[in-house]
T-cell receptor, first 113, second 112 residues
Framework: RKEVEQDPGPFNVPEGATVAFNCTYS??????FFWYRQDCRKEPKLLMS???SGNEDGRFTAQLNRASQYISLLIRDSKLSDSATYLC??????????????FGAGTQVVVTP | ETGVTQSPTHLIKTRGQQVTLRCSSQ?????VSWYQQALGQGPQFIFQ???????GRGNFPPRFSGLQFPNYSSELNVNALELDDSALYLC???????????FGPGTRLTVT
């Protein structure tokens, strides 16, 4: 089993709709989680950090379910510019504070007009 | 833009050759991490450098090696290139004790 698993998608979403997708992680001791966004052929960029039960930033909401070991990302009122691959990220070791990160393979979101 | 730069942008090498990739970290960042991203996959952690020493390594063979210089810039060296080494190589800089990493645009390596 991979350390971090994601549904690859693509999730095809009409503009203005809501989309949500999950990421499962294998290490129950993991304490911090991140969502990165990666545009085609570009570098990943930090979207959100999740340290407790969840986090909200504008149209983006991340939720953590420790019992089931998954993190979700919800995007409301989708914009065309939200089209990207969303990478779920967990530190290499649960107590690692030095940013050695494990990435999932990513979930592709395509927002259509 | 993050302020992290990488060179070269693209590179084509032949199997068995050696390659050196370079990264300049964002101003003030003393930690540099390297990742390999194969097509359709997420980035895979290669290793991290802090104060010119390796500070953690992922599941990569010893032919992947690195350096960090006093100005915090870094190099990734790969010896005896294999076809599977074809990937996007990403450098990320950060402050020590920070999860927030800033990625450079990457170097796309093709091994033929």
């Amino acid at each position: 089993r991979k350390e971090v698993e994601q549904d690859p998608g693509p999730f095809n979403v009409p503009e203005g709709a809501t989309v949500a997708f999950n990421c499962t992680y294998s290490n129950s001791a993991s304490q911090s989680f991140f969502w990165y966004r990666q545009d085609c052929r570009k570098e990943p960029k930090l979207l959100m950090s999740v340290y407790s039960s969840g986090n909200e930033d504008g149209r983006f909401t991340a939720q953590l379910n420790r019992a089931s070991q998954y993190i979700s990302l919800l995007i409301r009122d989708s914009k065309l510019s939200d089209s990207a691959t969303y990478l779920c990220v967990v530190p290499f070791t649960p107590t690692d504070s030095w940013g050695k990160l494990q990435f999932g393979a990513g979930t592709q979101v395509v927002v259509t007009p | 833009e993050t302020g992290v730069t990488q060179s070269p942008t693209h590179l084509i090498k032949t199997r068995g050759q050696q390659v050196t990739l370079r990264c300049s970290s964002q101003s003030g960042h003393n930690t540099v991490s390297w990742y390999q991203q194969a097509l359709g996959q997420g980035p895979q952690f290669i290793f991290q450098y802090y104060r010119e020493e390796e500070n953690g390594r992922g599941n990569f063979p010893p032919r992947f090696s690195g350096l960090q210089f006093p100005n915090y810039s870094s190099e990734l060296n790969v010896n005896a290139l294999e076809l599977d080494d074809s990937a996007l190589y990403l450098c990320a800089s950060s402050l020590a004790n920070s999860y927030e990493q800033y990625f450079g645009p990457g170097t796309r390596l093709t091994v033929t």
